[in-house]
């Protein structure tokens, strides 16, 4: 049932600019990928290109070993979840579930079973004859998604499913959706601008700009290793030192030498090093590879302490610890910030103005 | 402010005008409708069994009441195809659409009628392209067929039936029309079991003014229905301006009343099964 999703060369262009700049994707059967990036950036044309609402200028999407450029929506066999749920108010939530069955010519005793299969699977029994205005935004959410499957769609779509969300219930819907997609091996494709809704669920992540994948690869991979500037920028938040390749190290402009090895880049090269909030430590003692700091602010946020400190030159970075608990703040004083000891920066090339 | 804190008095103004000028006459026609005397001295319910007791007058009721239905169907049928494009279309596109739908209400009854003869008459345009097509061999009798009648309504009163139309299709969610696509429907089955159940009511709006003016349309009905086709409104004229007939116009009046009274209460009835929420 489930199958991989390959999408080709995909050109779209809306009048002069492009919305989508050849892309090449592929989905393997049962995986989750999410397509992660700011609004503009190509995600939710990409997924109408899938679902058959717009026909690319260019390139084919293949689901299975069948190209689908020719085929309606309708035709397609894939299940969309959209970010309004976009459940027929004028039907009862069985009727909803029941919709693409009765499209598919289903027998009424089929359609019944399968109903009351799909609100079991969803957890939402006893709710069949309710009108989706008098559901909550999280139930209108699971039937929205028990609508989709109902049809065991070949591949699923889902559209900024948790935006309307509150926080809470958001965690619990990303649960649920994963847990629904592991349990049908869904070949899945999320679209998203919220990044820890991307980390958590998704197999891989498609970080897209301007109509093009900047990278794909694990959540870990990307962020821990962010393949551009722009990528390191959007997922997670970083620390941006400037700095220059110096005997095969960096020197930082703020005054230390990085610990690490400088990748493979000519002796002057002025380069950016970014460093997770999380990877910065706050020391006492001076050393070569330490920088003074003048602590600024501590906020106390769960079981973290956010550090607000300024470096010499006045670039201010932001330096996360663990919290012991009865600790509220840090003292203020002279400190020094210092690279943990699996601290990764990413180093990349100073743009050109 | 709160609903009850609005003074009734406030509509005591345009409720003492519409009593004067609305209840009191309507009233009175009731009261002339129930003389048996064309003098009105004598009291009785002649004038009414004459109406309905002559297959030719209950006809005429039945003639009027299935012209208003017609031109609602007709209306229907062109509106909701165009309701689509124009929701649908770019904003541009929009402002010129609405422009050329609001084109016949911005225009007088009379022109718009005679437009219409001019359009339907034997040497007329829809005859000399049919004939020229060789669509048909002899010229088409269009005037003074409820053909013609209900394709000038249908002109002339599509604004009534498109504007409410439009106004809640530009409502919906246009995602309902992807997801029922998505979910394996067909774009007539997404029609018939989406859009049209959730369009109802403007739909319900629109025909109730459609039926209402379609049936009490005088000047389409007499100048495009001419002589050949008799309404209950010129079958009023008749009996009031050259029969001089009040009693008998006075029932023809008030059965027009109740007969589009008929039609719009039978649409409201629809409309309590047109819930969407």
């Known amino acids: 049932m489930s199958q991989q999703l390959l999408l080709n060369g995909i050109v779209h262009s809306y009048g002069a600019s492009r919305a989508v700049d050849d892309v090449t994707l592929e989905v393997k059967a049962g995986e989750l990928i999410a397509l992660l990036g700011p609004s503009g950036c190509g995600k939710t044309t990409l997924l109408r290109i899938v679902a058959g609402f717009i026909r690319q200028a260019a390139g084919q999407v293949v689901i299975g070993d069948r190209t689908v450029d020719d085929l309606p929506p309708n035709l397609r066999e894939v299940g969309i979840v959209f970010q309004n749920y976009a459940l027929f108010p004028h039907m009862t939530v069985a009727e909803n579930i029941a919709y693409g069955l009765v499209a598919r010519g289903v027998g009424k005793a089929d359609q019944r079973a399968r109903v009351a299969e799909m609100l079991a699977t969803v957890r939402m029994e006893g709710f069949a004859d309710r009108k989706p205005r008098q559901l909550s935004g999280g139930q209108q959410q699971r039937i929205a998604l028990a609508r989709a499957l109902a049809v065991q769609p070949r591949i699923l779509l889902l559209d900024e499913p948790f935006a309307a969300l509150d926080k809470n219930l958001r965690l619990d819907m990303q649960i649920e959706i994963k847990r629904l997609q592991r349990q049908f091996g869904l070949t899945a494709i999320l679209v998203t601008h919220d990044q820890e809704e991307a980390m958590s669920i998704a197999d891989r992540i498609a970080v897209m700009n301007s109509g093009r994948i900047e990278q794909l690869g694990s959540p870990v991979a990307i962020y821990d290793a962010p393949a551009t500037p722009f990528v390191n920028s959007f997922i997670g938040s970083s620390n941006i030192l400037d700095g220059v390749v110096e005997d095969g190290r960096i020197r930082l402009s703020v005054g230390a030498v990085l610990p690490c090895k400088a990748p493979d880049l000519p002796q002057g090269k002025a380069v950016q090093v970014s460093i997770r909030a999380e990877q910065l430590m706050l020391v006492r003692d001076a050393a070569p590879d330490r920088f003074p700091v003048t602590l600024t602010l501590s906020l106390p946020i769960g079981g973290q302490l956010i550090h607000d400190v300024a470096a010499s030159d006045g670039t201010t970075l932001k330096i996360a610890t663990a919290r012991h608990p009865g600790d509220a703040s840090s003292l203020p004083g002279t400190w020094h910030c210092a690279l943990t000891p699996e601290a990764r920066p990413s180093i990349f090339p100073q743009p050109t103005p | ?277």
């Not at chain 2, 739909?203 to 008799?230: E, H, K, M, N, P």
Request: charged content about 10%.
């Open chain 2, 1 to 277: 402010m709160r609903a009850a804190a609005v003074d009734w008095r406030l509509a005591a103004p345009l409720g003492i005008v519409y009593l004067a000028l609305f209840a009191a006459p309507l009233l009175l026609l009731l009261g002339i409708s129930l003389h048996a005397d064309q003098d009105l001295q004598q009291w009785g319910l002649d004038n009414w069994t004459k109406f309905w007791g002559d297959a030719f007058y209950r006809g005429v009721v039945w003639d009027t009441l299935r012209l208003g239905v017609a031109a609602v169907l007709v209306t229907s049928l062109f509106a909701w195809p165009l309701a689509l494009f124009f929701c649908n279309a770019s904003p541009r596109t929009q402002k010129v659409l609405i422009f050329i739908i609001l084109l016949p209400l911005l225009t007088s009854v009379v022109i718009r009628t005679f437009a219409w003869i001019v359009i339907l008459a034997r040497e007329g345009l829809v005859n000399q392209v049919a004939l020229a097509l060789g669509l048909s061999a002899t010229p088409l009798r269009l005037l003074q067929t409820e053909t013609g009648l209900v394709l000038a309504l249908m002109q002339i009163e599509m604004p009534l039936m498109l504007l409410p139309l439009i106004s809640v299709m530009r409502g919906l969610d246009p995602n309902l029309l992807d997801a029922s696509r998505a979910l394996g429907a067909g774009m007539w089955r997404s029609f018939f079991r989406v859009i049209l159940p959730l369009s109802l009511p403007g739909w319900i709006a629109g025909a109730t003014l459609v039926f209402a003016s379609a049936c009490t349309a005088f000047i389409s009905q007499s100048v495009i229905g001419g002589a050949r086709l008799v309404y209950l409104p010129s079958l009023i004229w008749q009996q009031a301006m050259v029969v001089y007939d009040w009693p008998f116009a006075a029932v023809c009046s008030v059965t027009l009343l109740l007969t589009v009274l008929a039609g719009i209460m039978m649409l409201n009835w629809l409309g309590r099964y047109a819930r969407t929420d």
